[in-house]
């Protein structure tokens, strides 16, 4: 377990820098650059700044310069939010996104996982076949035409909600609603097939021909397993909820990571996009390995090895 569990953080550091390696190579690739736009700004003004942010520099040396920050965690400051170094603005940022993703990820399990037994529990009926098309209708609405229905309906015509910002404690009920209804989508349609597949397996016939009820057939022996496809699933996903979705903190005007990374990505701000890159990437990487723990929890089988 120690060896596979170092294995994979080894891995996980790779994974990380490679991320940031493409990241830089992406903005460096882009025809604009980050002070363009500050056409009121004197030529001096701008090569201080140029030179300030070591973007005078060959680019294999800016590179180098953004490893070895990242390795001993000293990070500059943002050059959008001057003043603010990238580690407080996604300190600032990510309390927001992760509290919108994990009310998301409570929805969609408490939704997705019954919704998808159910169906798996009477296949072919009015009950299993409205459960699917209620599932695809999930998979198939944007959160961008979703987020303005839960917000017009929830914020505007019953005014249970704020529909946009972050000023209440419950502010995070309708975006959170919006990404929570999108994942119980794809958690039902796992949790439907996987059951099914699990159902139709040796060790459960042996489990009824032993006399076991169908109740503890179900719980006991079924769920465990075939909840395995829907961990796999929650590994990127926890970390896609908690670090922000851009469309819906757009569409509730919510200060989280997601309006940070598009306001980086427009103002071409190299250290931020880089660095809520990174950021996301370790947390796939995180989330995939506490997967993986608990993958080897539930099922006995499945060894872990470097």
Request: net charge positive; glycine share 8%.
């Amino acid at each position: 377990m120690i060896r596979f569990i170092v294995s994979r953080i080894v891995q996980g550091i790779i994974v990380i820098f490679a991320v940031i390696t493409i990241t830089f190579a992406l903005l460096k690739l882009s025809p604009t650059g980050p002070f363009q736009t500050e056409r009121a700004s004197t030529p001096e003004a701008l090569q201080a700044k140029i030179k300030y942010y070591g973007l005078d520099k060959p680019v294999y040396v800016q590179l180098w310069r953004y490893y070895t920050h990242y390795a001993t965690f000293t990070f500059r400051e943002s050059k959008t939010f001057q003043g603010r170094g990238v580690d407080e603005i996604i300190a600032s940022g990510f309390p927001v996104s992760a509290t919108v993703g994990a009310g998301a990820l409570l929805i969609a399990l408490s939704i997705g996982v019954p919704l998808g037994a159910y169906a798996a529990l009477r296949p072919n009926t009015w009950e299993d076949r409205s459960s699917t098309l209620a599932a695809t209708l999930g998979i198939c609405t944007p959160s961008m035409v979703l987020g303005p229905l839960v917000a017009m309906l929830f914020g505007l015509k019953l005014r249970w909600f704020n529909a946009s910002g972050w000023f209440d404690a419950s502010d995070w009920v309708l975006p959170a609603l919006t990404l929570g209804i999108i994942y119980s989508a794809y958690i039902a349609r796992l949790m439907r097939g996987s059951l099914r597949e699990t159902l139709a397996q040796e060790f459960i016939r042996t489990a009824r021909a032993k006399g076991a009820s169908e109740s503890s057939v179900v719980f006991f022996h079924a769920i465990k397993l075939a909840s395995l496809p829907v961990l796999n699933f929650l590994g990127p996903a926890a970390a896609g909820l908690l670090t922000g979705s851009f469309i819906v903190e757009t569409v509730f005007q919510l200060p989280g990571l997601g309006q940070f990374f598009i306001a980086a990505s427009f103002n071409h701000d190299d250290e931020l996009a880089i660095a809520i890159s990174a950021f996301y990437a370790a947390l796939i990487v995180s989330f995939n390995l506490l997967v993986d723990i608990l993958q080897a929890a539930l099922n006995p089988r499945i060894r872990l090895q470097a």
